[in-house]
Nanobody, 125 residues
Framework: QVQPVESGGGSVQAGGSLRLSCLAS????????MGWFRQAPGKEREAVAA???????SYADSVKGRFTISKDNAKNTLYLEIHSLKPEDTAMYYC???????????????????WGQGTQVTVSS
């Protein structure tokens, strides 16, 4: 398993859009989930969106309707389309690969699964 590598973050104005990418190889003969998490300064890491090996997805209530997660298995890449960005979306966004868990059960602990270094999203009002 190779550590995931995120990209695509940046500074945008409220209402803008971004697409985050995560390059991550997975063992496709095992059940796995891939997800996006975020952590703002002074706050705990929270799950944002996830997709499992069956294609089931899970979203945090705060991002439903604005964020869309998808994966391209041929490119070993996970995406997060973000629209209608709000200042409260400002955070470091992390990608994680975890085995043996469903999309709605991914862990926020850094010692569980595989985690990237993160990509910063900053939204100004």
């Amino acid at each position: 398993q190779v550590q995931p590598v995120e990209s695509g973050g940046g500074s945008v104005q409220a209402g803008g859009s971004l697409r985050l990418s995560c390059l991550a190889s997975v063992y496709t003969n095992a059940r796995y989930s891939m997800g996006w998490f975020r952590q703002a300064p002074g706050k705990e890491r929270e799950a944002v969106a996830a997709v499992d090996s069956d294609g089931s997805t899970s979203y945090a209530d705060s991002v439903k309707g604005r964020f869309t997660i998808s994966k391209d298995n041929a490119k070993n890449t996970l995406y997060l389309e973000i629209h209608s960005l709000k200042p409260e979306d400002t955070a470091m966004y992390y990608c994680s690969v975890q085995y043996g868990v469903d999309a709605n059960a991914m862990r926020t602990r850094s010692d569980f699964g595989y985690w990237g270094q993160g990509t910063q999203v900053t939204v100004s009002s």
